[in-house]
Structure formats: C-alpha cells, structure tokens
C-alpha cells in the first residue's frame, strides 16, 4: 500500500487461485466498489499491471503485480481548518479513532459553523500532509462525548460503511438515566420517526424506522440509574428517545425531558468501539473512560 499527500494506492501480487479473472472481478472481491472504478478511469486514477496501464477486462495471470491509484480527493473548500486539539486514541494509514468531547459537533451546522471534529480534522491533516476529505464513520451529538471513528480516504470510509450495513462495527455506551429501573436488562424495540412539530425532536411513530435498543443497569443510585447500552440499529437520538419512551429520560437531556439540576448536556458516552481493520481486516477494540463530568456525578454519589 502507498499513501501520501496526493493519492491513496493500493497494491496487490496476483495468486495461483486468483489467476484467470478479469481485473474487474479481482478487484470486485477486494471491496472496491463500482462506483471506485468509475472514479479511478474518469477523474484521474489509474490501474496498472506490471506498470503498465490496462483497463478493467485484462484478464490476469499468476505473479502479475496489480496497482490501482485513486485519484485525488475533492477537498470541500468552504470547511475552514481550526486549531483545536483532538485527543487520539489510535491513527495509521487508513484510520483515525479519537475521543470526541461534550459540546463540540461532530460536522458544522448553521446552529455551530465552527469549533467541530470536521473543522479539527481539516487542521490535523494540513499540518500531516493529508490531502484527503474528511470522511467520517462513526457520528456523535453535539452533546455525546466519547469515541468516534474516522476514515482517512474514500476507500476506507467505503469499507467501514459496508461493515456498518453488516452491523460489524457495534458500539457501546454508558448513560445515565432518571430513576431506577424496574429490570436490570431489557431490549427497547420501537420504531422512531422525525416528530412532526420539529425539524430536531424525534420520537417513537408506528410509522417510523425499526429502532432495536439492549440496556443493561450497572448500578442503581438515589435519583439515577447508570446504564450500559447497544445498539443493533443507529437512528438519531435513539438511545435519548427510547430511554424517554421508558419514563427514564437521561440526565441532562432537556429536548427529551431530562433533569438538568446536576448536569447540563446529556449523560451519555460512547464508551467502547469494535471493528475490523478496513484493510488489514484485523479486529480492533478501543475504550473511552467517563468524562470528568458524568465521573464527578458518581463520585458525589458515593461521597
């Protein structure tokens, strides 16, 4: 594989099995889409074999050495870079996982058109030499603090999402929740839609999208619960509806009814990320500790 400020490439070395396909095929059942192919031959890639040019119908032999060069990334010039620190958890050739913050917005909006993850990134790569656009996988509210995946070019970012529709790439977090819970683990299956008197709150809708939520009390304290949560589906402001739809809206969660006297956003973190490695197809697994918000919560409780 080669990477660097102007192309992302990829490299391959053709086996005996894989012998007697059209390049088409071969790079079909690598994961590169159609849609790639098509980019590659009319926006300036290229595919090469023994470093010569060939189009999609060669039909390959044993020991050939296959390159494809994807061509350059339009990069969006209206998203500004920002010098903002990002807190990185892990970051190679072809991915970034980082924390992200409470109040900070995973990409611009016209509410907050600056101070976002997007905005970090556009900075990180300025200063890296990573001509890519920012192409995010994993998205958090404005108000969710915790792990966020990114991938660093088109072909990655391809990949995961396929591994998203697979629901291979499962995230955990932990919430609190008002109340405590007449069971310790439960499964919220209840379809949620857009509410008709906003363009922001969702709500559970017979006719809206399936929406399956497991939980699982940690511990129960005096006013709260503190509660593990995965997703088998990822609508927006899922976990903050169906915990409402239950009578147990999270702390701090004012468009869904949560209490705010002991915190201001709400309680929710995205704790633990699981995925496979889009390239290298090795498993990886991060964890986010609790920010010190939701930690100082805990710790008055136990005071």
Not at 17 to 36: C, H, M, P, V, Y
Not at 132 to 160: E, M, Q, W, Y
Not at 257 to 263: L, P, S
Request: charged share 25%; with cysteine; aromatic share 8%.
């Amino acid at each position: 594989m080669i990477n660097n400020m102007n192309h992302y490439s990829l490299k391959w070395t053709i086996e005996k099995t894989d012998a007697g396909q059209i390049i088409k095929e071969f790079l079909n059942a690598q994961g590169i889409s159609r849609r790639a192919l098509t980019d590659i031959k009319f926006t300036g890639g290229s595919i090469k074999v023994n470093g010569q040019e060939q189009n999609v119908r060669y039909l390959l032999k044993e020991y050939d050495v296959v390159v494809i060069d994807f061509p350059p990334e339009e990069i969006n010039e209206k998203m500004k870079g920002e010098n903002i620190p990002l807190s990185i958890c892990y970051e190679d050739r072809d991915i970034i996982v980082l924390e992200k913050p409470a109040y900070m917005s995973t990409i611009p909006s016209r509410e907050h058109p600056t101070g976002s993850l997007a905005n970090a990134l556009v900075y990180y790569y300025e200063q890296t030499g990573n001509s890519s656009a920012i192409h995010i996988v994993t998205r958090l509210d404005r108000n969710t603090s915790g792990l966020v995946l990114i991938a660093k070019h088109r072909h990655a970012h391809h990949l995961l999402s396929m591994q998203q529709q697979r629901g291979k790439i499962r995230r955990y977090y932990e919430a609190f929740a008002e109340n405590a819970f007449d069971v310790m683990k439960g499964c919220v299956d209840a379809p949620i839609g857009r509410k008709p008197s906003s363009i922001i709150e969702r709500e559970v809708r017979k006719d809206g999208q399936k929406a399956v939520t497991h939980f699982e009390v940690i511990r129960t304290y005096h006013d709260f619960s503190h509660i593990r949560l995965d997703l088998e589906t990822g609508r927006t402001h899922q976990i903050r509806v169906h915990m409402a739809y239950l009578g147990h809206p999270l702390l701090g969660d004012d468009l869904y009814g949560g209490n705010e006297k002991v915190i201001q956003r709400q309680a929710l973190h995205c704790k633990e990320l699981h995925f496979e490695h889009p390239i290298k197809g090795s498993k990886l697994s991060f964890t986010a500790s609790l920010p010190l918000d939701m930690e100082t919560i805990i710790k008055k409780e136990n005071e």
